[in-house]
């Protein structure tokens, strides 16, 4: 039983949650990626799109995703959701809570970010 991607779902999904169009999804796995994490999760109401990016981030800090990491860092600037005092102030609570190294790349990740989309060369 496969999950059918809903373009209009996934698009309207992937703009709300990374601010840009959405990119082509390619083969099964990208049409599961796209259906599941944005045509339905970035469509629910029930949490803020605020609340789930530090949902996100936090996971994907604990796991060391700073590849994709970057992309939510970078919509969650782009999007006001999250400025660098609450970024600073989640890196202090994510230190610790998770340890002195998750913490340190998080933050050094956010100062990446930050200072790409402050020069408007990155897309983060």
Do not use: C
Request: proline fraction near 3%; aromatic fraction near 8%.
């Amino acid at each position: 039983m496969g999950v059918e991607l809903d373009q209009e779902s996934f698009a309207t999904g992937w703009e709300r949650a990374m601010g840009t169009p959405p990119p082509e999804m390619w083969g099964e796995w990208g049409r599961f990626a796209g259906a599941v994490a944005f045509g339905d999760i970035w469509n629910r109401e029930h949490l803020s799109d605020r609340e789930k990016r530090l949902v996100i981030l936090t996971v994907l800090s604990l796991y060391g995703r700073e590849d994709i990491m970057s992309m939510h860092l970078g919509a969650s600037m782009r999007k006001g959701e999250l400025d660098g005092d609450e970024l600073d102030e989640f890196a202090i609570v994510l230190s610790t809570y998770a340890g002195l190294p998750v913490g340190t790349a998080f933050s050094g990740l956010v100062a990446r970010i930050r200072a790409e989309l402050e020069a408007g060369s990155g897309d983060g």
